[in-house]
């Protein structure tokens, strides 16, 4: 399963930056066909980028040394008519580069950190969405701070309904900021982590993805998924005999990626293992500066019911608590369409 799962993802960053590369090419050959003077002068320019290595192998250092000083200059001279021609037809070399997803590593999935290869956090984060396929993480295209809409939350307070003194719109402005202070702030020891509460349909989900697609920007890692299925994997994982590299890699990533979301806290089928579990992931995450952040439909009163104290104690001493109240936005945008 892991090899698997490494082969597919690694399979399609070398088809995706293959691609790219193919495009780039075909641009190239065809601004070279309705510009042929571009073309004459980059031959050129490997002409003398080639004489520049054979030169190298000239015994008389000073010669070696005058040649390559004016071949190099004559090589920036060419360059910079190879530019003047481009910005003739509008283009410049940036355009007829291959447009790859990643600019740290280019679509190789590996970056040089000095003298140190390492794998890319873009080709990180794709092994963890491809085990995590459950995870909402798909829709950072659709849901994220650009498309949050709290036009959707009403401007009437009402404390008697929605049991705080601000209006909803107060309110999730007020949540908003939390959320943007916590993204710019995720890696202070002294940041909190966040709990949002609240009923269905309000906006947890939504503004979670938001924060989860911000930290990716960040060039972070993010393991975004629903209680049930995360203490499912934790439990099937710990008392699986046939644990692979992989497989443990992942399960260890539950405690150090720099981004946890646990979405619909309370509606996993809980027993004394998975108590124990979920106390490990947010004790060890805690004592690691990691951070988390939980969303659950149930309230407080309800969270004290369902979990023991050490749980609990992690959640009010180590959280932000943010209240959504409102309308359920769902049934709304069901009305205006």
Known sequence: MSNDVYRKIKREYEIKRQNEIEKAKLKIQQVYSKNPRLEEIEKEINMLALKITRNILNSDEITRQVEEENMKNKIEKLEKKYDIELSKIGLSREDLNPKYECSLCNDTGVVKNGDIIETCKCFKQALLNESYKQSNINKLDEENFDTFDIGFYSSKKDKEKYGIDKSPLENIECIKNIAMNFVNNIDLPEQKNLLFVGNTGLGKTFLANCIAKKVLEMGKTVVYQTAPV????????????????????????????????????????????????????????????????????????????????????????????????GDDIRLKKKKIN
């Open 230 to 325: 995360l203490m499912d994997k934790v439990i099937e994982y710990k008392f699986s005999y046939d644990k692979d590299i992989y497989e443990k890699e992942q399960y260890n990533k539950i405690f150090y990626v720099d981004l946890l979301i646990i979405d619909d806290l309370g509606t996993e089928t809980m027993s004394n293992n998975k108590f124990t579990e979920l106390f490990n992931i947010i004790n060890t995450r805690l004592l690691n500066n990691k951070k988390i952040l939980i969303s659950t439909n149930l309230t407080l009163n309800e969270l004290y019911q369902q979990y023991d104290e050490r749980v609990m104690s992690r959640l009010i001493g180590n959280f932000t608590i943010c209240k959504f109240v």
